[in-house]
């Protein structure tokens, strides 16, 4: 009988129900029947400890994996089991731990630009309004009028002279105004006549003649003062006047 066999046949023996016994209570059974040379037949002291040796292991081996492996295995009739045998059945478990590590997933906001619409030049051009001019109302200013030399005489005739008398006068005024001075005129006018008038010239200043006169303007033997007007007029059409007066002597004063 092989060894094998006779290991088989121990290990019936030791197992006389079903389930089995617990791994360390076959160990230590076993081992019994193998010091007290319970396995039977020959074999030697030699194949006795190698069964005591191998049974022991085996208990050992069959308390770490027999809960997993139920010992059906080493114990089927068909095929034998064999060193080979158990060391083919013999499942190493390796428990592999993985750190599975999710990576962060940053999302950044999406930047909106917010895009302001072009501007769209207009044909059209601008509407100005015309600056809101208040109605010229203000009269030009005139100042005293000047009247160089005064008085005079009438012209000579053919049989009286007046020699060295003087014949006509000129005549000044100042005139202004906010808007500007559009005319100045000298008007006069005599007690009985005649009437007349004149522009004047200048800017600021403005200055004519007055006379001379012809015999017989005034009475003979006499003298008249006449009434000098100076009119200026701005182009709104207001007006502001000054007087003065000039006396004219006949010609006939200056007789003989």
Not at 108 to 115: E, K
């Amino acid at each position: 009988m092989t060894f094998d066999d006779r290991l088989r046949r121990e290990l019936q023996k030791a197992i006389p129900s079903d389930p089995p016994p617990d791994p360390a209570a076959l160990a230590e059974e076993l081992i019994r029947r193998a010091s007290t040379g319970g396995g039977g037949g020959g074999g030697g002291g030699g194949g006795g400890w190698r069964i005591v040796l191998w049974l022991a292991g085996l208990a050992i081996f069959g308390g770490l994996i027999g809960g997993a492996l139920g010992l059906s295995g080493i114990f089927d009739s068909d095929p034998e089991p064999t060193a080979t045998t158990i060391a083919a059945t013999t499942t190493t478990v390796v428990t592999t731990t993985t750190s599975t590590t999710v990576p962060t997933v940053t999302t950044a906001a999406p930047v909106v630009t917010a895009t302001s619409a072009p501007a769209t030049a207009s044909s059209a051009p601008p509407t100005t309004a015309p600056p809101t001019t208040a109605p010229d109302t203000t009269s030009p200013l005139v100042g005293q009028l000047s009247i160089s030399p005064g008085p005079i005489w009438e012209l000579d005739t053919d049989v009286i002279s007046c020699g060295t008398n003087p014949r006509q006068s000129t005549i000044i005024a100042q005139a202004s105004d906010d808007r500007g001075v559009a005319a100045v005129t000298l008007s006069w006018a005599f007690p009985g006549g005649p009437n007349g008038s004149k522009a004047m010239s200048g800017s600021g200043t403005y200055s004519t003649t007055f006379g001379p006169f012809p015999y017989l303007t005034v009475t003979d033997n006499s003298s008249e003062s006449a009434t000098l007007t100076i009119t200026a007029t701005d182009a709104a059409g207001n007006s502001t006047a000054t007087q003065g007066s000039i006396a004219v002597f006949s010609t006939s004063t200056c007789f003989g």
